[in-house]
């Protein structure tokens, strides 16, 4: 028998830090590497030690690039880890954008609490500056998915398709010929711009997502409301604006707007894209043509369709324009980012309208928006709200209930152990107990750093 430790070091009773460490004779694997966001309680525990030995971990596996999986990388390395970061081309495409993202508001956020002393150090230092970032970059190496990667004598894994945003996979990791799968975020069965996910066929060991496990995304009619809200918003001669997150989000909003214009839904109204990240992250699409339904012709044909702000003078002239236009810009909850210079700006108008578009977590000005909070601080003011607030909550890039349940549907054999992984409280427990109902599988609920050994 040969013993396989997981350590579950984060995304563990609660969705955010994902990280998975296997120990196994031959090789210590860690899956995914992200950075705990959201509530301070959650944030403060980036800045704990990881409680292993970071020089010991050979390889780093990540399923996407979001921030919740790949933004502790930086901290990994400068703790000692040297290994590869294993990943998708264009999962590593958007992890390097995230991290220098991420590692640019590190730092300008450090700067900012020395010069107005509130921080509790006397020197308050980045959680990773820009050039640990780039280090970080450079232990990159890419691979196709559905190709089997050694990585010792008797473990493989390979990387397959699961929808959730470009380049996003599940794991199939087999270790002493047993079946780890590790699901990563699963995408929708129905997305205008990616496949539906593949499915995994066989898993002696389940690690399940469980965002959405106690929930089902409302029946919206996505275009109704967005083409109401442009006619109100020209009827007014207003803005709308609409924060949206930079990876995906944006993409999918360009795409249907562009669809509405295309089948005359909605007349020929400005739209401008303000969003830096964004355009990164549009040529991540440009570039990896087979990881997305668009063809190059039409991803051409939709750039051309907006107006692709890049300086920030042209935010102003965007915001002066007096004609009734559409403002994309991030960050999607608000939280920072090109959009709070809109809003300090238009908000307090009556003909402005905000859209918000997807989960806005607590904390952040976006639920305060959502909320009906008649004020909203923004670079230490108060600004009024006179605006209309709005909200799409179905265009998600996550599974909800049902498609979880079809994801796992495809698995052949009863998993020797589930793991919810990657949920809050309530949607762990729902989860365990609707699987329990409708696949017979007892599933367990780690807990933040719990240890599972299983012998092989
Ligand atoms: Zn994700």
Known sequence: MRKVSIKFLGASGTVTGSKFYIETPEINILVDCGMFQGLKELREKNWQPLPIDVSKVDVVLLTHGHLDHTGYLPRLVKEGFKGQIIATEPTLSIARIILLDSAKIQEEQANKANEEGYSKHPVALPFYNLEEAENTIKLFSGVKKDEWIELSKNIKFKFQFNGHIIGSTFIHLE????????????????????DPPERPKWADYLFLESTYGNKLHPEENITEILSNLIQKTINDRGTLIIPSFAVERLQLLMYLLWQMYKKNKIPNIPIFIDSPMGNNVLNVFQKYPDWHKLSMNAYEAMCNHFTIITSYADTWKTIDDPRPKIVIAGSGMVTGGRVLTYLKQLIDEPKTNVLLVGYQSEGTRGRQLLEGTHELKMFGKFYPVKASIHFIESLSAHADQAE????????????????LIHGEPGALDAFKVKIRDTKGWECHIPKLNEIVDLWL
């Open 175 to 194: 270790i002493f010929e047993k079946i780890f799968i590790f699901s990563g975020d699963v995408g929708r069965l129905n997305d205008e711009l990616l």
């Open 404 to 419: 979880l349940l079809h994801w796992i549907d495809n698995i052949k054999n009863i998993p020797e152990n589930v793991f």
